[in-house]
């Protein structure tokens, strides 16, 4: 079952990443590095979105993985 304002939410956690994300300075990401990435439950909280949002919406997951993947690249995380 699914609610029909299920993609008007997913598009508003959206918004509300981006908009968080478009604030974070290269410092303040890199304050979120915990272990062999950035810290889920921060990003979560800080971009009042769900921590299953951030693991699972696929435009959030990839963006995150893409911060990951260039904060690796410039040695702030462990190559995985």
């Given at each position: 079952?699914?609610?029909?304002?299920?993609?008007?939410?997913?598009?508003?956690?959206?918004?509300?990443?981006?908009?968080?994300?478009c604030?974070?300075?290269?410092?303040?990401?890199?304050?979120?590095?915990?272990?062999?990435?950035?810290?889920?439950?921060?990003?979560?909280?800080?971009?009042?979105?769900?921590?299953?949002?951030?693991?699972?919406?696929?435009?959030?997951?990839?963006?995150?993985?893409?911060?990951?993947?260039?904060?690796?690249e410039?040695?702030?995380?462990?190559?995985?």
């Amino acid at each position: 079952w699914v609610s029909i304002n299920e993609p008007i939410q997913k598009e508003d956690r959206i918004k509300k990443f981006e908009g968080w994300l478009c604030k974070q300075t290269e410092a303040d990401l890199v304050g979120l590095v915990y272990g062999k990435g950035l810290n889920q439950s921060k990003i979560a909280e800080q971009a009042g979105i769900g921590l299953s949002s951030v693991k699972n919406n696929p435009h959030i997951k990839s963006k995150r993985e893409s911060i990951e993947q260039s904060l690796r690249e410039k040695g702030y995380l462990p190559t995985i």
